[in-house]
């Protein structure tokens, strides 16, 4: 993160470990929730004028619940297939949401 701040980087996407049945990381545990928020309020201190968002590649079901309001809270600007409880605590914080159908890195 800081090497991507030091080189001026304007957008940031973070993706989140999947583990994938037959690989290497079919076993891996994804980072946790608060960990993985963390690290984007850093990106988003770090680099106040880039924008960061939270890409589809992350786990879904109760993880993602947990991960996605929290990636609120911590400053994303997007997300891409939202949490339900993403869309509820942006609302609750009154922040505008904008439904787009593209790819968060293009």
């Known amino acids: 993160m800081r090497i991507?701040?030091?080189?001026?980087?304007?957008?940031?996407?973070?993706?989140?470990?999947?583990?994938?049945?037959?690989?290497?990381?079919a076993h891996a545990e994804p980072p946790p929730a608060g960990e993985v928020a963390e690290l984007l309020a850093f990106a988003r201190t770090h680099m106040p004028k880039a924008r960061s968002g939270l890409g589809c590649m992350r786990p879904g079901g109760t993880y993602r619940s947990l991960l996605d309001?929290?990636?609120?809270?911590?400053?994303?600007?997007?997300?891409?297939?939202?949490?339900?409880?993403?869309?509820?605590?942006?609302?609750?914080?009154?922040?505008?949401i904008e439904e787009r159908r593209e790819c968060c890195v293009l």
């Open 4 to 25: 991507a701040a030091a080189a001026g980087c304007d957008e940031l996407v973070l993706i989140v470990l999947i583990p994938t049945r037959g690989t290497e990381f």
């Open 69 to 96: 309001p929290l990636a609120v809270r911590a400053g994303v600007q997007s997300i891409v297939q939202p949490a339900p409880s993403a869309v509820e605590e942006a609302l609750r914080l009154g922040l505008v």
